[in-house]
């Protein structure tokens, strides 16, 4: 039987925000709506993070995900006014979206569950809080040139090319 405590209860919520958002993403059709339904959903996920007593990956999951990455979103939308013009909801490859989707689903079940059950079915005799790592070992491993360093300048490239292309697709060519 659903034990009803706090945590519980804030879990349903969060996981009602995540999931809600989510399902407005994919089957919005204005665009600026999509990009406000994917700040509700992770809002949804740093609640995650706050029950899971990581207030620091929260923080940053607020500031640069909902606070940095989304409104770009918004401005890139607002700056190709030409795509906020969507007339489907589906379109000739919606199929293979639904096949990659349900891969995708089934490749994260199993990559949440193997780490909890662990692959014989026998759950790990060590507590969680030995496996998670401090705010200093994350920091750390970001800015380590073996681990994480590349991986987060590659992002940084990423995103700065999707807002020049952004800008480059807005410019009127009429000189």
């Not at 990956?57 to 606070?67: E, P």
């Not at 199929?95 to 909890?116: C, K």
């Not at 800015?143 to 300048?153: R, S």
Request: hydrophobic share 60%.
């Amino acid at each position: 039987m659903l034990e009803l405590n706090v945590q519980t209860i804030a879990f349903l919520i969060f996981a009602i925000c995540s999931l809600g958002g989510a399902l407005g993403v994919v089957t919005s059709r204005n665009l600026i709506h999509g990009a406000l339904f994917l700040i509700v959903s992770l809002f949804g996920g740093a609640g995650f993070f706050v029950l899971l007593s990581a207030p620091f990956i929260a923080v940053v999951q607020v500031l640069v995900y909902i606070g940095a990455i989304a409104i770009l979103i918004i401005f890139a939308v607002m700056l190709t006014r030409s795509m906020t013009g969507m007339r489907e909801l589906f379109n000739r490859q919606w199929w293979l979206s639904a096949i990659v989707g349900v891969l995708l689903f089934l490749l994260l079940t199993i990559a949440v569950i193997m780490p909890v059950w662990g692959v014989n079915g026998s759950k790990s005799n060590q507590p969680v809080s030995d496996q998670v790592a401090t705010t200093q070992d994350l920091g750390m491993a970001l800015v380590d040139g073996n681990q994480y360093v590349l991986p987060f300048e590659v992002a940084s490239l990423l995103l700065t090319g999707a807002m020049i292309g952004a800008i480059v697709i807005a410019r009127d060519t009429e000189d």
